[in-house]
């Protein structure tokens, strides 16, 4: 696959990366490399994208003033940021 190298783990250790978030984070961008490497059709994944990307098209719906930002539940407290950001 091209792109850069993955470094090996003694590398990254010495780097400071060693915290179990760093850990987790490196699990799954291997499983996901190894995914992409291994998938049948070779464009399994981009074929699935453009499959999202055409429904989401279909269901989405303007609603609202253009320009006005629709937080949804869930949004990981990004409603605090923009609030803040609209009334200061």
């Keep these: ?4 190298p993955l470094l090996n783990e003694q590398d990254i250790l010495r780097a400071g990366y060693r ?5 987790q984070r ?3 961008l291997r499983e996901t490399l190894q995914a992409f490497a291994s998938a ?10 453009a499959d999202n990307l055409r429904r989401w098209q279909g269901e989405s719906r303007l609603d609202g003033l253009p320009g006005q930002i629709r ?5 990981w ?10 009334h200061a």
Excluded at 77 to 86: N, Q, R, S, T
């Design 71 to 75: 937080i949804m539940a869930g949004d």
């Design 26 to 28: 490196r699990s799954i």
């Design 19 to 23: 915290g179990l978030d760093f850990v």
């Design 1 to 4: 696959m091209p792109g850069r």
């Design 40 to 49: 049948s059709p070779p464009n399994k994944y981009q074929i699935l994208a």
């Design 77 to 86: 407290d990004i409603a605090g940021i923009y609030k803040e950001e609209i």
